[in-house]
């Protein structure tokens, strides 16, 4: 079936690090690719987004690639700031069928000043 | 402001009693979803709508139920037959096709 893994979090960072969160999909066919970010207590919002292989979603400073060939969509940042503190969820669609979303369990970041 | 309006945000219920959680959205979307989130873990879905008057389940439906009768909303109902209801509750909706969904801020719901 349709899956989404993502790196166990928490992620505890220096501010100005270099981030980056793993995903890896399994999926029949050629899904979407998103990453969601969660503020606490907040719904998800929209990162970033790829909708084909070799396609690169950015938004913010964050980035993320779509490589199918490794079946993996990281999210990398190059410097990460205090305010980047959050829930992060890789997620994956499909342009058919029931366009029901799949997510991942979610990364907690903790960036410390 | 187009967006998607989930209230209560806190909602505090006895066991065995039902309650509904409210979702509007004035995006003019037409799919409409309900996730359950609980602590450290993912989203899972309990059920989902593509068009007025028609909803489907998905991965954890049972003690929930839900309605659409219009396009703007689409409300959960937490029943007693639901174990542990005790969770917080997204609202989310998109244009469908592989399209962003856009999510609601949540409403948690507490059963003492």
């Known amino acids: 079936g349709n899956s989404v893994t993502q790196m166990e979090g928490p992620v505890t960072l220096s501010e100005e690090a270099f981030l980056t969160i793993n995903c890896t999909y399994t999926a029949t066919g050629y899904p979407s690719l998103f990453w969601y970010v969660q503020y606490p207590g907040e719904g998800l919002q929209l990162l970033l987004k790829a909708t084909k292989a070799d396609d690169k979603g950015s938004n913010k400073g964050f980035e993320a690639t779509y490589r199918k060939e490794t079946t993996s969509f990281h999210l990398e940042k190059g410097s990460v700031q205090v305010s980047d503190s959050a829930v992060y969820f890789c997620?994956?669609?499909?342009?058919?069928?029931?366009?029901?979303?799949?997510f991942g369990t979610g990364t907690r970041l903790k960036v410390l000043a | 402001d187009g967006g998607i309006t989930q209230s209560p945000k806190y909602l505090f219920r006895k066991e065995g009693q039902n309650v509904t959680l409210s979702c509007e959205q004035n995006?003019?979307?037409?799919?409409m979803y309900w996730y359950r989130q609980d602590p450290g873990q993912g989203l899972r879905l309990i059920y989902y709508?593509?068009?007025?008057?028609?909803?489907q389940k998905g991965d954890i439906a049972e003690g929930y139920s839900v309605s659409r009768e219009k396009k703007e909303s689409f409300p959960l109902t937490v029943t007693s037959a639901q174990k542990n209801p005790t969770a917080f509750y997204l609202c989310a909706s998109d244009r469908g096709q592989s399209n962003e969904q856009f999510f609601g801020p949540g409403t948690r719901l507490t059963v003492l």
């Open positions: 997620a994956l669609t499909f342009t058919s069928g029931t366009y029901k979303y799949i």
């Open positions: 995006l003019n979307h037409d799919a």
């Open positions: 709508s593509q068009i007025v008057n028609d909803f």
